[in-house]
C-alpha cells in the first residue's frame, strides 16, 4: 500500500510554519511597561491591562482598566499635573493625579515640579519628544532643564 501526498498538504505545513514565526516574532518584540512607582504608603502602582495598584498584603486594585501606557508618574499634591501636556493621560484617585502615557518619558520631582522629555519646539514647549527635558513647575511654566549642545560638523 502506497500513501501519496496532495500538491497542498506541504504548501499548508509551511504555511503554518511561517504564521508561527511571526507569532513568536510578535512575542517577543512586546515588552512591559516600565512605568513602576511606589507611593508614601507603599502601594506599588504598575501597568497590567490597565493601571492596577498593589497594596502591602499584595492585594490587587484595577484603577482603570484597559489604559494602556509606558511611562507613569504620581502627582500626589495634584498640582503639576493639571498643566501637563495633553500627550499624557489624568486618571484621578484619592486626591492624587497619576499621568502615562506611551510617548516620551516623564517623572515628578520631590519639589513636585513635572519633568519630561520635550521636543525643543518653541511654537508648541509642551509637546512630548526627545530633543530636551521639560521642566515644567507646579504653576504650569514649560522651560527648558537639559538640552544637548549641537553636534559638531567637521
Given at each position: 500500500?502506497?500513501?501519496?501526498?496532495?500538491?497542498?498538504?506541504?504548501?499548508?505545513?509551511?504555511?503554518?510554519?511561517?504564521?508561527?514565526?511571526?507569532?513568536?516574532?510578535?512575542?517577543?518584540?512586546?515588552h512591559p511597561s516600565s512605568g513602576i512607582l511606589i507611593d508614601r504608603k507603599g502601594h506599588v502602582y504598575?501597568?497590567?491591562?490597565?493601571?492596577?495598584?498593589?497594596?502591602?498584603?499584595g492585594g490587587l486594585t484595577a484603577i482603570q482598566e484597559e489604559t494602556?501606557?509606558?511611562w507613569l508618574a504620581l502627582d500626589e499634591?495634584?498640582?503639576?499635573?493639571?498643566?501637563?501636556?495633553?500627550?499624557?493621560?489624568?486618571?484621578?484617585?484619592?486626591g492624587a493625579t497619576f499621568l502615562f502615557g506611551d510617548g516620551a518619558p516623564l517623572t515628578m520631582g520631590t519639589d513636585v515640579n513635572l519633568f519630561y522629555a520635550g521636543s525643543g519646539s518653541q511654537e508648541d514647549p509642551f509637546s512630548p519628544g526627545v530633543?530636551?527635558?521639560?521642566?515644567?513647575?507646579?504653576?504650569?511654566?514649560?522651560?527648558?532643564f537639559l538640552t544637548p549642545a549641537p553636534a559638531e560638523v567637521s
Open positions: 500500500m502506497s500513501i501519496t501526498m496532495s500538491p497542498m498538504r506541504p504548501a499548508n505545513v509551511i504555511l503554518a510554519l511561517i504564521c508561527q514565526f511571526f507569532l513568536f516574532i510578535a512575542i517577543a518584540v512586546a504598575f501597568f497590567y491591562r490597565g493601571l492596577v495598584r498593589m497594596d502591602a498584603t494602556g501606557g509606558h499634591k495634584n498640582v503639576s499635573s493639571k498643566a501637563a501636556p495633553a500627550a499624557y493621560k489624568r486618571v484621578t484617585m484619592d530633543k530636551t527635558v521639560v521642566k515644567l513647575t507646579a504653576p504650569g511654566s514649560p522651560c527648558d
